[in-house]
Each structure stands twice: as structure tokens, then as C-alpha cells.
Nanobody, 126 residues
Framework: QVQLAESGGGSVQAGGSLRLSCAASGRTASWTMGWFRQAPGKEREFVGVMRCCGTSTHYADSVKGRFTISRDNAENTMYLQMTSLKPEDTAVYYC????????????????????WGQGTQVTVSS
């Protein structure tokens, strides 16, 4: 089991930026790691992920071009750089990790990921 610890949430005005971090406690030979979010009264939503073992990333259409996922392999930490934030980005953001390279067609399915962080709140005001 990989433990995940998120940080970096907060409040920002529309158009602003935030960077979330997710530190993983362990390493596996293969992995998929990234972010989901859930707004009040809404279903959990895929944000984006990176898959082992290159740097290929996959994003939801709603964040493409505004959010960027990166990973520091030495620190075993993933980042979500969020720019041009909108009020509709307001949500609790969850870091996810699975010890397999999830196939493309299943990346958006939350039940594919065995490990979830505790979540960090992001609030964007208009």
C-alpha cells in the first residue's frame, strides 16, 4: 500500500494559480499517478494522470491547457500546476496512485486506483 500526502490547496481568485503536491511513501515498478476532484453535490471527476514509465500525461478536457502534471522521481512527488483557475475548478482534489500502468480507456475510472490521498481543498472565487 502506498500512502499519499497532498498539500498546496487554498483559496485564490479567478485567473490565479495554485500548485498541489502529492508525496508518495513507496515506489512500485509500474504505476499510474494523478488527480481526481470532487465539488460539493457533484460526482468525482477525473483531472489528469501520468503513467509509468515515461512522462506521458492525460488530462480531462475541462483542464487541458490550464493544468500541468509533473513528477519529481527523486522525491517521489507529483505536482499539479493549475493556472487560469475558474470558479468551477473549486473542489476537493485527491491524489491517486495505482501500482499498475492503467490502460488508456480506464484512466478516468476512479475505482481503477487502489490508493487515494486525504484530499486538499481548492477554492476559486469570482
Amino acid at each position: 500500500q502506498v500512502q499519499l500526502a497532498e498539500s498546496g490547496g487554498g483559496s485564490v481568485q479567478a485567473g490565479g494559480s495554485l500548485r498541489l503536491s502529492c508525496a508518495a511513501s513507496g515506489r512500485t515498478a509500474s504505476w499510474t499517478m494523478g488527480w481526481f476532484r470532487q465539488a460539493p453535490g457533484k460526482e468525482r471527476e477525473f483531472v489528469g494522470v501520468m503513467r509509468c514509465c515515461g512522462t506521458s500525461t492525460h488530462y480531462a478536457d475541462s483542464v487541458k491547457g490550464r493544468f500541468t502534471i509533473s513528477r519529481d522521481n527523486a522525491e517521489n512527488t507529483m505536482y499539479l500546476q493549475m493556472t487560469s483557475l475558474k470558479p468551477e475548478d473549486t473542489a476537493v482534489y485527491y491524489c491517486v496512485y495505482d501500482n499498475s500502468r492503467i490502460i488508456l480507456s480506464a484512466l478516468r475510472l476512479g475505482d481503477q486506483y487502489d490508493n487515494w490521498g486525504q484530499g486538499t481543498q481548492v477554492t476559486v472565487s469570482s
